[in-house]
């Protein structure tokens, strides 16, 4: 049966309740590495310090992965807590979409290796590579097979093994990653909105600010490559800085439009987890109060593609968002890639 909308939801840009189809989070959770690596031994590593990195960035430390721990180890233990908050088993999930710049592998898929390792043996499965964006595009893919009713149970997965690509030597880049890995089930639950839209950008003519130039198809792994690493993240920081800010404002307020809601109803911004200065910069532009905004880089640094979806998992759990809530996120990332996210809890 057709579901009745709010009428500040009407938009019809806003994707939701097609023909009483909605596309709901379920489930949500989250897994990071136990090792944890501190400002204060980043010191012993680069030339650095623990007060020049909390105050350009607010991180204070990250998790980092064992050497024989895999972004699949890190999606698939997400993936369990998210199925089991949703009440879902294994044979349930219909398609696994993992979002990542650190693959276990070129080929396969990390989420063909998370099938196996969860028993989701009925899933379709792959990846999608939108840097620190990914998780907002994966939801939307997922939202897309939900609404369409080609599935009825989608697993989204945020993981990344960041310290695999980090340069150790370089303490513009090192200070600021982190391993980890978000998850979430989408499914129609017809007494809710659920995702009442998705914003997706890119421009590819920046793609030189942020991206590693080895082990594609343009610089494979030769003896050369390794010793001019090659192989490890590069990224011009104040530029990214700049259009971090402008496109993360641009997207929310996009989203924010589409559904016809003003940034005051906004329960929980989620933003992705860069920097604090970001992060402020982008609430004072989008006239948000910092309470509104949900911030744990402290103790994870930038995970990308897991960055909101772990702040997802850790807001719910801590009952900063509750079932009926409004929730904005938003993300920025390589490519660049931007995007946001406007929920009903
Ligand atoms: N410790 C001490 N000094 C440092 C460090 C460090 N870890 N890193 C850089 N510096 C130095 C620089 O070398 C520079 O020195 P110089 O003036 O002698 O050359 C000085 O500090 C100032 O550097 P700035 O670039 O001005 O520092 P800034 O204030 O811009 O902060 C930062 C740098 C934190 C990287 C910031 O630019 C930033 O956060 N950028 C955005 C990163 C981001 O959002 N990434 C998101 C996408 S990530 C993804 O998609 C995977």
Redesign the pocket.
Known sequence: MTQTLKPSFRNPRARHDFLGRTCSITGVGSHVPERILTNAELEKM????DE??TS??GIKERHIAAADEFTSDLGAKAAVKAMKQAGVTPDQIDLIIVAT?TPDMPFPSTACLVQRKIGAVRAAAFDVEA??SGFIYALEIGQQFIMSRTYDTVLVIGAEK?SSIVDWED???????GDGAGAAILQNRPSSHGLLTVVMGADGSKSDL?FMPGGGSKCPATQQSVASRLHY?R?E??E??KN?VQAMCTAANEALRRCEIDITRIKCIIP?Q??R??IDAVADRLGATPEQCFVNLESFG?T?AASVAIALDQATTCGRIQRGDLVLLVV???GLTWGAAVIEW
Not at 46 to 49: K, R, W
Not at 171 to 177: A, E
Request: a positive charge; aromatic letters at 10%; one cysteine or more.
């Open positions: 680069v030339s650095t310090t020049w990195i350009r960035t710049i840097a620190c960041l303490r513009n880049t090192c200070v600021l990653f942020l993240l990224m920081g104040k990214t800085f971090a992705h860069a920097n200065r970001i930038n990308s920025f990332g390589a």
